[in-house]
């Protein structure tokens, strides 16, 4: 019966709509596109110019016509139009690259576990307009679970956070079902902002959003590092109006990051605590499993552990975790069919 409502013809894909990245994933064939969920529009004619790298490599270079927006905010629609421009652009290359004698695809997408009813239906609607035949969510630390290879249809304790760019989900996972969760709309770019403000008050020092992730990427840590690390920074002097470039270390971006790590590490430990004791055994001996792009941030696992008192580790590729769980599903529906939602309702693929 799975069959009849995926088809045995490989026209089904995933997407990880991210609120930095957007990643599509098609059944045989895995990860087709990882392109920045980014859109640049003329403001004047409502025309969109430039969807995914093009787009970024547009932020803060535009004249004041031209708007480089996400279309998602917190890992949530906040623009539906351009959500399904984006949608579109993502589903008609894919469509007409593999499948252009084929019906239009089925769609499954990863989203945050946190999201309303409201949002979960606009997410599916947009998908709709943009040209898939039907559209079903996942939630994404269950994606990421997955994505990861833990056994979450296993009565044991799995325990997941995904650091992304606009959420961060943390969620302990048994029988293919979610036991605890939070959803955090503190993640990669609340960092970013933090590693601005950090600049601003400390050195008047106004930075691009861009150069403050370039920041956080290169010397960005959440742990006192054994070695030292320093970059020159370059911006706007806010006192005199003129460029102005300095040297900043890991002691101070870390300073800077400090608070939104510690708002991340205090969630996972509340999510412990109200944890029931058996699963929390299987996840001391499993470990905590890092994913997301923010999982990256040097000693964030160190941190983590020391915090929790127990074992963490990044899984293989974190920034991919979610689309492969999405492709996972896609490709073992027989097995994992029950993790998907139709129309914000939990539906069993039948």
Do not use: W
Not at 142 to 164: K, S, T, Y
Request: hydrophobic share 45%.
């Amino acid at each position: 019966m799975l069959n009849k409502l995926f088809g045995k013809i490989s026209h089904n894909i995933g997407i990880d709509l991210g609120t930095a990245n957007t990643l599509v994933y098609v059944k045989e064939k895995g990860i087709v596109i990882n392109e920045p969920s980014v859109v640049a529009v003329n403001k004047r004619t409502g025309q969109i110019l430039a969807i995914g790298k093009e787009a970024k490599e547009m932020v803060g270079k535009t004249p004041g016509h031209i708007i480089v927006s996400r279309p998602l905010v917190g890992g949530v629609v906040s623009d539906f139009e351009t959500t399904e421009q984006i949608l579109s652009y993502f589903i008609e290359k894919v469509h007409k690259d593999s499948f252009a004698l084929l019906p239009r695809p089925r769609v499954a997408i990863g989203i945050p576990s946190g999201v309303t009813e409201v949002e979960k239906r606009a997410v599916i609607d947009a998908a709709i307009s943009a040209g898939a035949r039907e559209a079903f969510l996942i939630d994404e630390p269950m994606a990421a679970a997955i994505g990861a290879r833990l056994p979450v249809q296993e009565p044991a304790g799995n325990m997941i956070v995904d650091i992304g760019g606009g959420t961060t989900e943390v969620a302990i996972i048994s029988l293919g079902g979610v036991v605890t969760s939070r959803s955090l709309r503190v993640a990669g770019d609340k960092m970013n902002e933090d590693v601005i403000h950090f600049a601003r008050d400390k050195y008047n020092l106004l930075l691009g959003e861009r150069t403050a992730e370039n920041i956080k990427i290169a010397i960005g840590s959440a742990y006192k590092m054994n070695d030292r690390l320093e970059m020159i920074i370059r911006g706007i002097d806010l006192i005199s109006g003129l460029p102005k470039e300095m040297e900043v270390n890991d002691d101070q971006i870390r300073e800077a990051l400090f608070r939104s790590i510690k708002v991340i590490v205090n969630n996972i430990k509340s999510a412990v605590e109200e944890t029931p004791p058996e699963l929390v055994s299987d996840i001391m001996q499993k470990g905590i499993i890092l994913a997301g792009g923010g999982g990256l941030i040097r000693g964030l696992d160190k941190l983590i552990a020391e915090q929790t008192e127990m074992p963490v580790r990044r899984m293989e590729d974190p920034l991919t975790a979610v689309v492969r769980g999405i492709g996972a599903v896609l490709e073992n529906l027989d097995e994992l069919s029950d993790v998907l939602i139709e129309s914000g309702e939990d539906k069993k693929l039948r």
